[in-house]
């Protein structure tokens, strides 16, 4: 009989699973109506230059030019940065779930985000992120994002990972079925539990008892 191949890595999401999303449309809106700006209007010239921003092509400081200070505000750009980086919060059962899974099973965590430079250094070192994960294949350091499939196929480089060996967390059915696609086991984040129950079925367990780690 075939013995299963154990998994030895875990890949997470970090907006929408380990803490909310940094600069979504909720974060933007919520931007919009606190410093009277046109949401409309700053959603375009968004749309327009944050691909660029996140795969780490533009400084913080040339996107806001771009999307907020191309005309003259009666607010400054610390006080904008300071608003857009509050906006992140964590999900601390998420975080303690890798944190548990990683010294139980001894698993290597890598973490394949679309983020823009400033914002998750912010976020790594706010959250403390880098307790638990051992590498960050994040669109700005790589210079590609998901939805392409080249970023998780550095991610299983970088992680020294064969596919099968990997389970990934994430938000975004879309990028769930091009990780799938590749070979790599994957959770569609929706809450807490379910995903603990998925993270079992493979074999990883929580608090409740310890298996083996096998797939």
Sequence with gaps: MKRPIPITTLFLDIGGVLLTDG?????????????????AEMEDRHHLTFDTYEEGKLTLEEYLGRVVFYQKRSFTRARFRSFMFAQSKPYPKMIDLAA????????????VSNEARELNAYRIQKFKLDR?????????FVHVRKPDADIFRLALDIAHARAQQVVYIENTPMFVRIAEGLGIRSILHTDYSSTCAK??????????GVIHATG
């Design 23 to 39: 600069w979504d449309h909720h974060a933007r809106r919520r931007a919009a109506r606190n410093f009277k700006l046109n949401f």
């Design 100 to 111: 548990q899974l990683k010294v139980r099973y001894g698993l290597k965590i890598a973490v």
């Design 132 to 140: 638990f994960v051992d590498a960050f294949v994040s669109s700005c």
């Design 199 to 208: 993270l079992a079925s493979f074999g990883l367990q929580n608090d409740e």
